[in-house]
Structures are given as C-alpha cells and as structure tokens.
C-alpha cells in the first residue's frame, strides 16, 4: 500500500479561500436572487494593458513562423525580461541587481513555497502574525512544524504578532531564528515598513545568520516616497534576503502568471557540515531540474510592462485600485468601524463590531449585504477579530458594496 505525507494530515481542514468559496456557492446556492459582491481574494479585475496585450499578440505571431518560434526557453526566464527588471525595478532605486540574479517563474505565490526545497528541515522558521496562509502552509507540507495547537498555530514555528497596538509592525525576535517571512505593503494587514524597520531586520539577520524571504508582491502600490519598494535598498541586505515580486497586481497577470525572484549571488547557506553553500547555485539547481520556465508569450507580455506605454498603463491601474481602498476606507470609517491599511496598499484591515468573531462578522457581510470578505483569523491567531477587504473590484461594484454596509451599520 503506498502511504504519504503525514505532514498533509497536519494541515487545518481547508486552505482559506477555498473555505470562503465554499460558503460563499452554499449561500449562492440558497438564494439565487441575490447579487453577491466578492471583495475577498486579490484577484483583479481590470483588464491586462493594452501593452503587455499587443506584445503578446505579436509572440503568437512569433510562434507561428519557423524564424521566429520559441521552444524551451532558459530555466531563468529569457535575458531580455531580466535585463530590464534589473535596470528598472532595482538599479533605478540604487540597488546593486544584476539580471543574472533574477529567475522569471510562474508565480510569487509559487515560490514562496518552492524555496523551501532549497533549505534544511532544521531551521528555526518566524512568521508574522496575521500571514499570509502560503508560508505556514508549505513549511507544514515540507515537514518544519509539529501539530496545530488550541491557539491555532503550528509547534515548531515562531510567530511574532503584528496588531493595532505595535502598528502592525512585527517586533526583532529576542532568540534566533534562522528564516524570516516578512511581507510589505503586507497582506493581509495592508501596513508598510520604513527604511528603519527594514535595517532592524537586515541587522538582525546578518548578525545571526538568517536569511529573510521578503514578499514585494505589493510594491507597486506605495505612493510614499520615503517608503522603501524593495529590500535591497537597505544596506546589508544582498547577504541575507531573497525577495519575491509579481506581475499579478501591478500588470493585472493572476491569470496570465509570472513573477519573479531575487536570489544575490552573494547570499550564503550554511550545509550540515558547516561549510559555506551560495544559495543561488541551489535555485538554479532547483529551476532547472523542476521547472521548465514561463512561456515566451507571457514574458513578452512582461517585457511590455517596461515600455514607457506599459508604465504609463499599470500606473492607471495602480492608481484605480488605490482610488478603490481609499473609497472602501472613507465608508468603512463613515459607518463606525475602526480601519487599518488602505494606503500605500490595495487591502483594508478592519477591527469587527465588538461580539463578533471573524467568521461571525463574513457570515453577517455575506448574508445580510452580500458583500464578501475574508476573516482575518484565516491568516492566523492574531487575526482574530479583524477582517480584510481587497480593493482590487470594479468601481460600481466597489460603491455598491459600500453603499450597503452603510445601510446595515451606520
């Protein structure tokens, strides 16, 4: 009889948002009359710039002319996308990233989890709390934790909560931990770091030998200039992080899937034996035995991000959706709720009316405005009694759901 990965059985019953789904079809379900507003998941909804459209109808010509077909292309993604992330997501902020540096894949979402193949199972793991369900999960799949407790969290991994009272800005860990998950603009609080919060960590990890995954999935949406976009803008911080990025909110490509993951050179794992091991070597090693890279169709449609009509195009979509959470924040507050994040960031954190658990507070939304939301103790223990709202809707969607929950709460 073949067995298999115990470390599944771990897991709670269902990943969030197919739980939301699950509840959201039932009540569809009961009542078909009713027009149910989804403003759960960060999924978008505007269309893919015309840019990054037009470049990718001219690969499919490509594709069709033997000159000009691609097959397989480099494990990496191709050096023509690379080259102009390198010079305009991280040379231009004064970060020393070369394009060799850079692995084009599927999915920041993808990585996240993927990169734990790459790391020992002994490691010391910290998360913020709320957080994003994909760090817990995958280090739960891989084997890192122990069981879920009566608190709701997973022995063996380190939790460091983020809440109203510390701004939502998780504290330096007083013992060692060996890798770190931050994520900002964050999901699902909606809070920034500064410059200063980001060098107590880079300190914190050059000094004990940590490295931290540094989720940018969201780092299009910071309109303050004094706000670091990537974590390499801090000084030390190419000898202890690996960062994430997406096309998928900035570019609108959740559908279209690509992303992207810096690995620097430089970065250092320690093997068993102690010797020192560069990381990069180790991704590349993994990238090009499991994955077989993004198709040349959607990294041209990456390409065209960079064009000066691409940048033009997602900043108007940056732009709708941020116009989106300060709508969603200004009636949110009009109806007498207490209101987090919106700013610089396209999801609205929400403290629930006092008597309400989370799950209580989506099941009212859902039932008596049918507006959907996802329950901040999906993301964690300390996300118990909040409730995230995403902006990423149509603008009369968007004013249709706040209209009715001003009529409920107000």
Known sequence: MATVNDNYLKLKAGYLFPEIARRVNAFVTANPEAKVIRL?????????????????????????????????GPEQGYAWLREKIAVQDFQSRGCDIDASEIFISDGSKCDCGNILDIFGDDNVIAVTDPVYPVYVD????????????????????????????????????????????????????????????????????????????????YEAFITDPSLPHSIYEIEGAKE?????????????????????????????????????????????????????????????????????????????????????AAIIRAKLIEAGLKVYGGVNAPYVWVQVPSGLSSWDFFDKLLQSCHVVGTPGSGFGAAGEGYFRISAFNSRENVNEAMSRILNKFK
Not at 52 to 71: L, Q
Not at 257 to 264: E, F, G, K, N, S
């Open 40 to 72: 759960g998941i960060g999924d978008v909804t505007e269309p893919l710039p015309q840019a990054c459209r037009n470049a990718m109808i001219k690969a499919v010509e490509d594709m069709g002319d033997r000159d000009s077909f691609k097959g397989y």
């Open 138 to 217: 995958t280090n739960v799949m891989a084997g890192h934790t122990g069981d879920l407790n009566e608190k709701g969290e997973y022995e063996g991994l380190v939790y460091l909560p983020v809440t109203a009272e510390n701004n939502f800005t998780a504290e330096i860990p007083t013992q060692k931990v060996d890798l770190i998950y931050l994520c900002f603009p964050n999901n699902p609080t909606g809070a920034t770091a500064t410059k200063e919060n980001l060098q107590a960590w880079v300190d914190y990890a050059r000094a004990n030998g940590s490295i931290i995954f540094f989720d940018a999935a």
């Open 240 to 324: 202890c992080a690996i960062e994430f990025r997406s096309f998928s909110k900035n570019a609108g490509f959740t559908g279209t899937r690509c992303a992207l993951t810096v690995v620097p050179k430089n970065l250092i794992g320690k093997a068993k034996d102690g010797s020192d091991v560069e990381v990069w070597k180790l991704w590349n090693r993994r990238q090009s035995t499991k994955f077989n890279g993004v198709s040349y169709i959607v990294q041209r449609g990456a390409e065209a991000v960079y064009s000066p009509e691409g940048q033009a195009q997602i900043q108007e979509l940056i732009s709708f959706y941020l116009e989106n």
